[in-house]
């Protein structure tokens, strides 16, 4: 994997503001860091982790924020109930903040809610943004206030600390959707979803594919050197399909690149 591509992808992936989630947000554009950073990543840890060590490293390696505490598990009877991403403090105004990250890829089915909100799920149909939220409002940013988490952190007067959220959310949806979206939801978009009978339907010739591991999503698919026919693809599409696993595909046509998810449903 390139790491500098997946450093930047993560870097550059559209943060979900208040005005989406409805929660204080951080943006990763506040870390004063080089342009050019590079560092080295762990290769066998799950995507969500893999985020989570690189907006790691570009707090450490800001000047203007540092991380005080980090993956910080709430023990109580010997018991897990929780945990905090990250406590990280500013530290030209000495503030202090409980921040959660998620790195999420969602797609939008219009015909789940009348409420935007409600309608973008994994690509899987095993979660939803609106299940994510409800969980960071109902037990993520409370357990910084558990009783557990005052004795463990007692170093910090945790009743005044603000909390923000860290959203970086890939979203896609259905092929030549016309619909309208808020700007603040249009920026996050980084292509479309479509199924298998669809896909090898409008296939062109010239077009070369590749599919990325989970690890790679969200990497600009321009710096992929790797691609392929459609005929090794279409192999591993339909075990996919069969197996209801909702892959990602890259598409190059010449200088130009799409990427898109293949459903099942």
């Known amino acids: 994997m390139n790491t500098k591509a997946r450093i930047k ?6 943060n979900l503001d208040r005005s989406i989630t409805g929660l204080p947000s951080f943006q990763l554009d506040d870390l004063i860091i080089a342009e050019d950073l590079d560092f080295d990543l762990p290769k066998n840890i799950r995507l969500g982790h893999l985020a989570e060590k690189v907006v790691s490293e570009l707090i450490h390696s ?35 903040f409980h921040l959660e990250l998620a790195y999420k890829f969602y797609l939008l089915d219009p015909s789940l809610s009348s409420h935007l909100i409600e309608n973008w799920i994994g690509p899987n149909r095993n979660d939803s943004l609106s299940d994510k939220l409800k969980k960071l409002e109902s037990k993520q940013f409370p357990l910084l206030y558990h009783k557990q988490t005052t004795q463990q952190l007692s170093d910090l007067n945790l009743q005044t600390m603000e909390q923000r959220l860290c959203l970086l959310a ?3 949806v259905p092929y030549n959707f016309k619909g309208m979206l808020p700007i603040a939801i249009q920026i996050a978009v980084k292509g479309y979803y479509i199924n298998l009978a669809k896909f090898l339907s409008i296939h062109q010739e010239d077009n070369q594919y590749y599919l990325p591991s989970k690890k790679e999503w969200g990497i600009d698919p321009s710096t992929n050197e790797i691609w392929h026919e459609l005929i090794p693809i279409e192999k591993t599409l339909k075990i996919n399909i069969e197996e209801k696993q909702a892959p990602l595909c890259w598409q190059k046509k010449g200088d130009e690149y799409a990427q898109f998810f293949i459903v099942w449903w």
């Open 170 to 172: 890939s979203l896609y």
């Open 62 to 96: 800001s000047s203007n924020y540092e991380i005080l505490y980090e993956n910080v598990q709430i023990i109580e009877q010997q018991q897990t109930i929780g945990e905090l991403d990250y406590i990280i403090k500013n530290k030209q105004t000495h503030q202090c």
């Open 9 to 14: 992808s993560i870097r550059e992936t559209a």
